[in-house]
């Protein structure tokens, strides 16, 4: 069997990585029209920073894995087409701000239709707005050579950081089909790869449109776990409850369980933000908008919170920061990635550089180059953001230390040295809730976390 996978991406390069791994005489082509991207996932330097990456990339490729820019080469060859091409939110048009992008998947849809000339069985891969398959099909079935396509929907539930071990050991893969002989055909074809390494009764077959919505649903009820707990910890702030004892206490209900009640500076990443507003689109578009409203708020909280720990220093800090040095730790949006898409660590560092202070950041994988363009924008200049190589040097003589992402090395930190570099009186803000408030009081910081 041959498959590849059109998008050589966060979701595209690790997935195809371990599917190689486990089915060592399956050909796997990786392919996307950057060559940049291509180039780096043929070197050693590859394009995504993910614990075990490395290693599953390196036992693989060459022996069953390719990546390459030959997309209609690789389309030719293929079985099955995986498509996990980006669907960011529309900038544009009718839908902007909220709808999701189908440019990329359209166009490769297209590309499929043109260059095909035997069945292919097309996974979608990438996250996607509920019906998008009809529109795929509708695409495909246009191509003048009367070749039958089988479209299945394949949402990819990796979080960045863990993609291996997620990968490796999946809580459930979902594969959704028409519910035709041709339709289970393919889905079985399907179930066959996964069922490698992946116990049958984790491999879920549903319909297509419950596969399709199943992904954006998921992504809400997770980010909106967060957003109830950020909203609980101003409440915390404001009576004296801490935030980590009430969710410890909560999630001992088997009912709410104990994941993802972790308070803190807001959710980031490329998906919570994008998908829930796709979903609040989908609801407006089908006549509920109080369904639309109700999801709306996760995200309205999540950058409410955002803003309000920005807030909490400025404030704290006798309400001035203007040319005040205050360093920020950590600038990927959660830690083991070195991915800064829509980070809370972007807003916080606007808020502060709009106050006027000198903004100071240090993360351990995030470019300096990256850094400067998410905040200022590909152009922008502003001469109070600077870059650190080090944590210590990002402190050196700051008034605050702001804690954005929750680097494991932030928590060994030699916080004695930390103080005695800063500025008196000296504020550490724990965007995280990973350090211990109690010791760092004792150091001498006047110290506060989210929701304490
Ligand atoms: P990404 O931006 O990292 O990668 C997408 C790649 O597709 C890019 O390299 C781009 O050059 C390539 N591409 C776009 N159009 C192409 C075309 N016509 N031909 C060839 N290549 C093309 O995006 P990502 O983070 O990998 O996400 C991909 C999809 O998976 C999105 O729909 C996303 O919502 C979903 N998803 C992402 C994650 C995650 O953790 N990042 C998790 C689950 C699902
Ligand atoms: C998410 C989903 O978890 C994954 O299933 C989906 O495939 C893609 O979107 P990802 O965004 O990579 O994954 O990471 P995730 O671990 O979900 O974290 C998202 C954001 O929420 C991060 O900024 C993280 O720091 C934050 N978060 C997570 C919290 O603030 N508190 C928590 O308790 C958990």
Known sequence: MKICCIGAGYVGGPTMAMIALKAPDIEVRVVDMNATRIAAWNSDQLPVYEPGLDEVVRQARGRNLFFTTEVHEAIRASDIIFVAVNTPT?????????????????????????VATTPKIIVEKSTIPVKTAETIKDILSANAKGLKFEVLSNPEFLAEGTA?????????????GERTPGGAAA??????????????????????????????????FLAQRISSINSISALCEATGADVDEVAHAI?????????????????????????????????????????????????????????????????TLFNTVAEKKIAVLGFAFKKDTNDTRESAAI????????????????????PADEIK???????????????????????EGAHAVAIVTEWDEFKTLDFQRIYNSMTKPAFLFDGRNILDLAKLTEVGFRAYGIGK
């Open 251 to 315: 999630g001992k209900d088997s009912r709410i369980g104990p994941k993802f009640l972790k308070a803190s500076v807001g959710f980031g990443g490329s998906c919570f933000q994008k998908d829930i507003l796709n979903l609040v689109y989908l609801c407006e578009h089908f006549g509920l908008p109080e369904v639309a409203a109700y999801w709306e708020n996760v995200v309205k909280m999540n950058d409410w919170q955002k803003h309000r720990f920005a807030a909490r220093i400025v404030r």
């Open 347 to 366: 807003s916080v560092c606007r808020d502060l550089l709009a106050e006027h202070a000198k903004v100071s950041v240090y993360d351990p994988k995030v």
């Open 373 to 395: 363009r998410d905040v200022l924008g590909a152009n922008g200049t502003d001469a109070r953001l600077s870059i650190a190589a080090s944590a210590y040097e990002a402190v």
């Open 90 to 114: 529309k900038t544009y048009g009718v839908g902007s701000g909220r709808a999701a992008d189908l440019r990329f998947i359209e166009s490769v849809a297209r590309t499929i239709a043109e």
């Open 164 to 176: 291996i071990a997620d990968l490796e050991k999946p809580d459930r893969v979902l594969i959704g």
């Open 187 to 220: 889905v079985e074809k399907l179930v066959g790869v996964y069922a490698r390494w992946i116990p049958r009764d984790r491999i879920i077959t549903t319909n297509l449109w419950s596969s399709e919505l199943s992904k954006l649903v998921a992504n809400a």
